[in-house]
């Protein structure tokens, strides 16, 4: 990592050794015929490495959450903190395994990554289709397009109470507003990423003589996928926002029933597991994504997961 | 359309074309016939006789907004010639090109081309999400092997680049990929629009000597659009100069191959053209 010309192994460069003279100052430069530095007026560069702290990045960057929690845990432990307004980090620990040894955490989120899975699974096949009806045909974009624009402008979740009205209490309204939430994100990007294949790429096509199915194989659906995956991503994220919402009315299942549960016994250390199991759902699922953009997009050089 | 194939076709056409037409081309009025579509020939084994002409355009007009680019065009490419076409930019060079691909067909006029033709352009236009092998093959009809696509690329000497992503090709070698990607489709009409333009000048050396070789083993017809004078001497049989939607002037470059730029012959040619496209040559200036 020496910055100096001569050859690595050389044991006489012709510039003092930068490395050498930053770790001694004192014995590395005169002890042969090589000018001293400051002599000649050169100023050495110093490597980069050679000034880092020795402290690793991990290290640092875990240090802050570890002393938050450590805050946290005084601050319960002195009384500062009571137990119904926040529980202490070790009693979250402990009822965390608790939950888990039960098997009542486990079922919770069964039934809550079902409710997602399904809301999802109809959203995408809604959203991709009206998204492929609009961007591949004209006549599909003037009659799908403005109702579909109009219909997004309306929150999903307002319509909680119409969709209990309408489907019941059961899964039906909740799978109805995850699809609901999933469904717009997905039709934008979707749409936006057919609409924005390079007009070029489309006509070497043609020049090459694609057929229009061509097309659309070959060149529309791969240049609209960037797109469709970030709309995918969107979709994620909104999914589990909509399960929160939906599994917080009238639920007698899956992790917001706990929660709710919970509330109504003041048991804030059961919430904040609660919680936390969201946020991990919520990584897994950005690193199902992640995976998929790997495998589907790779070939984009600005693509730089490992 | 298949009327046109066998439509008798003057021998002395050749001739005629060497003469340059006029801008107005009144004298041929009466022969335009005007059609509203893109007329094509089946390719040469189809037909009994060689055909005589590997692209004929009579009459051709292309407006934008109601101003003519191209106004009642000519043109003729025999086959196996290789025809450069210059001028400045915005004169329609890149427009005819285009017609002559089949890409615009909002035009007037009459015009032939083979069935069998294939386009290079500027950009390398390979699609990114295709690996290269891909790429080439794309569009073929039926299932090629990817042995094909090897041969084409080996052609161009990118047969080590067959299995990668286009985006990780040089300008050079993409350049390459999209002209493996023409010729695999064994054209009688090879369509360059300015395929050297975007390279660097000692990969566009390179890249022009490789079309000059590509067009003497294969025999195919090619009509070079470019800017560049210099190439178009160096590689064409003739050199057509684009004004005012007609072609202008056409020089018929009898230069041995391989050509030599440092050739006096060269430079008198390369200066008349240059004279022709209103850029004075530096012996004039001085």
Known sequence: ?306 | MATHLHRPVSPTAPEAAQTSSGPTGADRATEVTVTKEVTETTDASAAAPRPAHAVRVEGLTRSFDGRPVIDDLRLDVRPGEFVALLGRSGCGKSTLLRILAGLDRDIEGTVLVPRRKAVAFQAPRLMPWKKVWRNVLLGLPGKPARAVADQALEEVGLGHRSDAWPKTLSGGEAQRASLARALVREPDLLLLDEPFGALDALTRIKAQRLVGELWQRRGCAVLLVTHDVEEAVLLADRVLVMDEGVIAHEQEIDLDRPRDIADPRFAEIRGQLLERLGVATAAEAA
């Open chain 1, 1 to 306: 990592m020496s910055i100096s010309h001569a050859p690595p192994d050389s044991q006489e460069p012709d510039i003092s050794d930068i490395s050498q003279q930053v770790n001694s100052p004192g014995n590395a430069v005169g002890s042969d015929a090589t000018p001293d530095a400051t002599a000649t007026g050169l100023e050495p560069i110093v490597p980069a490495s050679s000034r880092r702290t020795r402290v690793p990045r991990w290290l640092r960057r875990t240090t802050g959450p570890v002393l938050l929690l450590i805050l946290w845990q005084l601050l319960s432990a002195t009384g500062v903190l009571t137990p119904d307004v926040l529980a202490s980090p070790g009693r979250i620990a402990q009822v965390a395994g608790d939950l888990i040894a039960d098997g009542s955490l486990a079922s919770a989120m069964t039934t809550s990554l079902q409710r997602v899975a399904g809301g999802l699974l109809l959203g995408t096949v809604i959203g991709t289709g009206l998204a492929l009806v609009s961007g591949l045909f004209r006549v599909g974009e003037d009659i799908v397009d403005a109702p579909v624009q109009m219909l997004r402008t309306v929150p999903f979740v307002g319509l909680i109470p119409l969709f209990i009205i309408w489907f019941g209490i059961g899964e039906a309204p909740k799978i109805a507003i995850i699809t609901l939430g999933v469904t717009f994100p997905l039709y934008l990007n979707v749409y936006a990423g057919i609409r924005g294949v390079d007009s070029q790429l489309i006509e070497a096509g043609e020049s090459l003589g694609l057929s229009r199915w061509g097309l659309v194989r070959h060149v529309i659906l791969p240049g609209a996928l960037p797109g469709a995956m970030t709309g995918l991503r969107y979709s994620l994220g909104i999914a589990w926002l909509a399960l929160v919402f939906a599994e917080q009315v009238n639920a007698d299942s899956g992790i917001g029933f706990l929660m709710v549960q919970a509330r109504d016994f003041l048991r804030t250390d059961v919430i904040v597991v609660c919680l936390i199991v969201y946020a991990f759902l919520g990584l897994l699922a950005d690193f199902i994504v992640r995976t998929l953009e790997r495998l589907l997009l790779q070939w984009r050089p600005t693509f730089t997961g490992r």
